[in-house]
C-alpha cells in the first residue's frame, strides 16, 4: 500500500463567523487520483486551497510527506494548481506558458528545454510548442495548463474544476485523458468537482463533501454502491430514497434506504416481473422523459 502523502488532521476554517470547513480529517495517498466532491458551498475548494497555501486553516494541521506545511507560503509547499481558467499568458507561446516556471526558479536552459518538450509530449501537445492559447481549442489550452504544472514535477498537482468551461463531449474525453496523464506521470491528483460523473469515472478514491464535513471516503465503487449517508445516496448518482423498517426475525427501528433507478426492473400489468427476490410493487407510469441513450 502506497504512504500518505498528504494528510489533513482536525482542520477547520472559519471566515468571519462563518464555519466553511468543520474539523476534516483526510488521508490522500502516493499516487493516486483522489476528488473532492460536493454541491457548491460544501468546503471542498476551501480545503484545496489550504492544501495550496492560499488559505491558512483557523486550527488543525495539514502535512505533505509528513511535515506540518499549515504556516508556509504557497511557494514552499511541493504542489501546483491548475484552475478552471487555465490562467494563460495570450502573449507567449505554449512552450513559453511552459517553461515560465522553470525561468523564475532559474532552472538551465538546457535542463528547460528538455523538461518543457517532456511536459509537451506527456499531454500530446508536442506540435504545439510554438502556438499560442488563442490558436487553440479549450481542450488543448487545459492540456497547456496541466504540462505547465506537470513540468514543475510536484508531488501534488491540485485541480480546481479544471473541466467546468468545456462542453459536455470535450470534458468527458477530458476525463479519460486527464486519468491516462496522471498515471503516466505518476503524481498524486486531488481534483475539485461538483459532477459526480467525474469523480467517479476519474478517482481512485473520493471524499463526498456537505456542509463543510467529509460524508464518506471510499472507492467509486463503495461510494455508489455502499452510500453511508442519505446525502451520499441522494447526491452521488441517482436514487430513489424511501423510508422503512428493517423487518427480519427483529423487527428494527425505522431508517432511509435507496433503490437506484437500474436496479428497477419494469413488467406490464399482468405480465409476471423478472427475478426481484420477493420484492415488487405495483405503480403507474405518470412521465416520459426521453434523453436518447436512456428513457
Given at each position: 500500500m502506497a504512504d500518505v502523502l498528504v494528510k489533513l488532521e482536525d482542520v477547520r476554517k472559519v471566515?468571519?463567523?462563518?464555519?466553511?470547513?468543520?474539523?476534516?480529517?483526510?488521508d490522500v495517498l502516493g499516487g493516486e487520483f483522489f476528488s473532492l466532491l460536493g454541491p457548491s458551498g460544501s468546503g471542498k475548494t476551501t480545503c484545496l486551497r489550504m492544501i495550496a497555501g492560499f488559505e491558512a486553516p483557523t486550527s488543525g494541521r495539514i502535512l505533505l510527506q509528513g511535515q506540518d506545511v499549515s504556516a508556509l507560503p504557497p511557494y514552499e509547499r511541493d504542489v501546483n494548481t491548475v484552475f478552471q481558467d487555465y490562467a494563460l499568458f495570450p502573449h507567449m507561446s505554449v512552450a513559453q506558458n511552459v517553461e515560465y516556471g522553470l525561468k523564475v526558479k532559474r532552472v538551465p536552459r538546457d535542463e528547460r528545454r528538455e523538461r518543457v518538450s517532456g511536459a509537451l509530449e506527456s499531454v500530446q501537445l508536442?506540435?504545439?510548442?510554438?502556438?499560442?492559447?488563442?490558436?487553440?481549442?479549450?481542450?488543448?489550452?487545459?492540456?497547456?495548463?496541466?504540462?505547465?504544472?506537470?513540468?514543475?514535477?510536484?508531488?501534488?498537482?491540485?485541480?480546481?474544476?479544471?473541466?467546468?468551461?468545456?462542453?459536455?463531449k470535450l470534458r468527458q474525453q477530458m476525463q479519460v485523458e486527464l486519468k491516462s496523464i496522471q498515471e503516466r506521470a505518476g503524481i498524486t491528483f486531488i481534483y475539485v468537482t461538483h459532477d459526480q460523473e467525474e469523480a467517479l469515472t476519474m478517482s481512485d478514491r473520493l471524499a463526498v463533501m456537505n456542509g463543510g464535513r467529509i460524508e464518506q471516503v471510499g472507492t467509486p465503487s463503495e461510494v455508489y454502491e455502499q452510500p453511508s449517508t442519505s446525502f451520499v445516496a441522494g447526491f452521488v448518482g441517482v436514487s430513489n430514497v424511501l423510508s422503512g423498517r428493517a423487518a427480519h426475525d427483529i423487527?428494527?427501528?425505522?431508517?432511509?434506504?435507496?433503490?437506484?433507478?437500474?436496479?428497477?426492473?419494469?413488467?406490464?400489468?399482468?405480465?409476471?416481473?423478472?427475478?426481484?427476490?420477493?420484492?415488487?410493487?405495483?405503480?403507474?407510469v405518470t412521465d416520459i422523459s426521453y434523453l436518447g441513450a436512456f428513457t
Open positions: 471566515f468571519g463567523g462563518v464555519t466553511a470547513v468543520e474539523e476534516v480529517s483526510l508536442e506540435e504545439f510548442g510554438n502556438r499560442k492559447p488563442g490558436e487553440l481549442s479549450g481542450g488543448q489550452r487545459q492540456r497547456v495548463a496541466l504540462a505547465r504544472a506537470l513540468v514543475n514535477e510536484p508531488e501534488v498537482l491540485l485541480l480546481d474544476e479544471p473541466l467546468g468551461a468545456l462542453d459536455l423487527t428494527g427501528d425505522e431508517s432511509p434506504f435507496t433503490i437506484r433507478p437500474e436496479k428497477i426492473l419494469m413488467s406490464k400489468s399482468g405480465e409476471a416481473p423478472g427475478d426481484t427476490g420477493g420484492c415488487t410493487a405495483t405503480g403507474r
